[in-house]
């Protein structure tokens, strides 16, 4: 079956698509023929050639320029993409050529990984498409659609796509294995009922299959396939992307990645010779690309301080004390990150680590339920950073029960902390996750519709007071030289 593999914009231009990668792997293992398509980065190239939009040129300029910022509100609110994106000439031009490119060899299926930051020009495209060739199936999945399940706005949305036949598929949870059993059904045109994991139009009402268990052993999944991706096209500063781990221990609660990869009992982790086996696939397919920087994904990389050692040795086994790629990950603030670890992850290419450390009050932190102490974070800090590790503090601000004096406390730990500390991030006014939205009592909420301008019922947080702390707690980053 001929296939084509969607991530439409906007979605971030520095790294590959690893989703539809995978998607294209398992297909192709089993007979299928796919095609991959990076439509942010091809969005991003065709707009920065067009004098007419400049507006847009400009936004989109300014996010490939600063990768963590950029204002998503455009994206993932519907009233704002239609008003300010959707009606541009140009990009209905845009979306008119490229849907036509994703039919060009006549695919029976077009699958789309959905984002709330794409979402919206998913459905565009999917509309032209059905528009073009109404036997062509239309397929939705990724995080977007696998929170869906548990909130009754986003279910509407997904429902309505449904019954518009604008989708025909939706896809909850891991689509490796949905996705083939998919596949292989309206290849052989059988029913739809037996497989897990899918919404689909049943007499004419949206009907959820109930949820698939989660795939257990994840070094049985094909290495992700960019074979089909323009490599030009990425910045220099591209980053291979590779999964180490699905899911997560914890359960912070700003946080749905327990909505998509299941709750704790469904973390899984890959083993280091998986790991390492993909990266010297990696190192083979870049061979002659300027190429040098990969990112472990995954909830954090020191879950398992024995899998995090066994990998570090499979890596200097491989490249002595020149490693071809060095790399970076998402690390948890805990007493793994001894002197001894950093010191030896760093010789395995390890050259930067990035930490939910989300706030300097140890009372917001047990709100969102980071149960971690300062003192141990300093300690983290110090050793990393000893070691010649790159610290990168990922951090919130605006958290619901944040008052001035915890934001203090957040400058003042940024402070005492600067000579340890490579850069400092917030992506911005703090959004409520799903699982807040769905609970504003226990958070003392006002919600608007849109989750963005919310406030708390006693006043002493709303946009405005956000975006202030938001202001200085980026001055506070430029004083301290903490964004370089």
């Known amino acids: 079956m001929k296939i084509s593999l969607v991530c439409a914009p906007y979605c971030y231009s520095y790294t590959l698509p690893i989703n539809i990668a995978y998607l294209k792997a398992i297909a192709q293992r089993h007979g299928h023929q ?20 400049r507006d847009l040129k400009k936004q989109i300029q300014k996010y490939a320029d600063q990768s963590f910022y950029l204002d998503i509100n455009n994206w993932n609110n519907k009233n704002n993409f239609y008003t300010k ?21 006549n695919e029976k299926l077009v699958g789309f990984s959905i984002f709330n930051t794409n979402l919206w020009t998913s459905v565009e495209l999917a509309k032209r498409i059905k528009q073009m060739n109404p036997m062509v199936k239309i397929v939705f999945g990724g995080p977007d659609c696998s929170t869906s399940i548990h909130f009754d706005f986003l279910k509407e949305i997904y429902n309505e796509l449904l019954i518009t036949h604008i989708v025909d598929i939706v896809v909850i949870g891991e689509g490796e294995e949905t996705f083939l059993e998919l596949l292989n059904a309206y290849e052989n045109s059988s029913a739809l009922h037996l497989i897990k994991g899918i919404i689909y139009l049943n007499d004419g009402t949206p009907h ?24 030009s096209l990425y910045p220099p500063s591209l980053i291979l992307p590779l999964v180490f781990n699905r899911g997560c221990n914890f359960h912070c609660v700003f946080c749905d990645v327990n909505l998509v990869w299941g709750q704790k009992d469904d973390f899984r982790h890959r083993t280091a010779k998986n790991i390492a086996d993909e990266i010297k696939y990696l190192c083979s397919f870049i061979e002659n690309k300027n190429i040098h920087h990969a990112i472990l994904g995954g909830s954090y990389i020191n879950t398992s301080e024995k899998i995090l050692n066994e990998l570090c040795d ?14 970076e990950g998402w690390a948890r603030i805990n007493s793994t990150l001894t002197t001894k670890l950093c010191q030896k992850m760093a010789k395995a290419g390890c050259y930067s680590l990035v930490y939910g450390f989300e706030s ?125």
Not at 93 to 105: I, M, N, P, V, Y
Not at 208 to 231: Q, T, V
Not at 316 to 325: A, C, E, S, V
Not at 383 to 392: C, D, E, K, L
């Open 208 to 231: 959820f299959n109930g949820h698939r268990p989660m795939i257990k052993e994840l070094d049985s999944l094909p290495f992700p396939d960019y074979s089909d991706l323009d490599f």
């Open 360 to 484: 300097g009050s140890a009372k917001v932190c047990k709100d969102m339920n980071k149960l971690y102490s300062h003192s141990l974070a300093e300690e983290v800090l110090r050793n990393s950073s000893a070691a010649g590790i790159a610290n990168t503090l990922f951090t919130i601000v605006g958290f619901p029960t944040e008052t001035e004096t915890d934001f203090q406390m957040t400058l003042d730990f940024l402070e005492k902390n600067a000579q340890n500390i490579k850069r400092a991030y917030c992506m911005s006014e703090f959004l409520l996750s799903s699982s807040m939205a769905s609970n504003p009592t226990r958070w003392n909420l006002d919600l608007p519709i849109d989750g963005y301008t919310w406030k708390t019922k006693d006043g002493q947080n709303d946009i405005e007071i956000r975006k202030n702390r938001l202001k200085r707690f980026y001055q506070q980053i430029e004083k301290l030289k903490l964004n370089q």
């Open 314 to 327: 499979e890596l200097i086994k491989l490249w002595g004390d020149t490693p071809r790629l060095k790399w």
């Open 85 to 105: 994106i959707a009606s541009e000439i140009d990009f209905q031009t845009w979306l008119d050529a490229t849907a036509e490119k994703l039919l060009c060899s």
């Open 34 to 53: 796919a095609k991959c398509f990076d439509l942010s980065i091809q969005f991003y190239h065709s707009f920065s050639l067009l004098s007419e939009a």
